[in-house]
T-cell receptor
Framework: GAGVSQSPSNKVTEKGKDVELRCDPI?????LYWYRQSLGQGLEFLIY????????KSGLPSDRFSAERTGGSVSTLTIQRTQQEDSAVYLC?????????????FGQGTRLTVV | QQQVKQSPQSLIVQKGGISIINCAYE??????FPWYQQFPGKGPALLIA?????SEKKEGRFTISFNKSAKQFSLHIMDSQPGDSATYFC???????????FGRGTSLIVHP
């Protein structure tokens, strides 16, 4: 596709349920990031994938959060036993990765509401 | 630990005025400083970026000023327009890390 695609665009779930959020990065982009955007809190880094390297999971807030990236392309962020504080917009971004840092291209995000 | 501090949190300017948003960073190894613009319901999109080998970069009405010694950089929007109303994020990366660290964002409203 032309850009980063995320699905679903909106998700309402009951507290305690598991959810899966999907990200299709731009074709050929080796780097993929997940961020969480809460009101007034900016963009909180969650996890980073680069090629076949082990992901950087340092931003995951708890062990209820996990992510995988299959075949170096599509990524899924899973939140188990959702809590109300998990309500936020989850943003995925991808970029090329060379010797220099470059632009990250963001998807439109998935708005998660836990009720 | 907040590595990139952004201010102000919100900004209101009149059409035609100058909007100024400031960011300060702590990690001297950062070597890439982008600004992102986000409209409601959309993901952030790159507006303009600078590397520390220059002190200023201008693209149309948007200018980044960079002060390496002070570890600060700012976004100036000249002749601000209502269409510029959005949330602006500064970011920084480098020093062996490709993960951008973002400021908390500035909500800009430009009144017609």
């Amino acid at each position: 596709g032309a850009g980063v695609s995320q699905s679903p665009s909106n998700k309402v779930t009951e507290k305690g349920k598991d959810v899966e959020l999907r990200c299709d990065p731009i074709s050929g982009h080796t780097a993929l990031y997940w961020y969480r955007q809460s009101l007034g809190q900016g963009l909180e880094f969650l996890i980073y994938f680069q090629g076949n390297s082990a992901p950087d999971k340092s931003g995951l807030p708890s062990d209820r959060f996990s992510a995988e990236r299959t075949g170096g392309s599509v990524s899924t962020l899973t939140i188990q036993r959702t809590q109300q504080e998990d309500s936020a917009v989850y943003l995925c971004a991808s970029s090329t990765q060379g010797a220099l840092n470059t632009e990250a291209f963001f998807g439109q995000g998935t708005r998660l509401t836990v009720v | 630990q907040q590595q990139v501090k952004q201010s102000p949190q919100s900004l209101i300017v009149q059409k035609g005025g100058i909007s100024i948003i400031n960011c300060a960073y702590e990690n001297t190894a950062f070597d890439y400083f982008p600004w992102y613009q986000q409209f409601p319901g959309k993901g952030p999109a790159l507006l303009i970026a600078i590397r520390p080998d220059v002190s200023e970069k201008k693209e149309g009405r948007f200018t980044i000023s960079f002060n390496k010694s002070a570890k600060q950089f700012s976004l100036h929007i000249m002749d601000s327009q209502p269409g510029d109303s959005a949330t602006y994020f500064c970011a920084a990366s480098g020093g062996g890390s490709y993960i951008p660290t973002f400021g908390r964002g500035t909500s800009l409203i430009v009144h017609p």
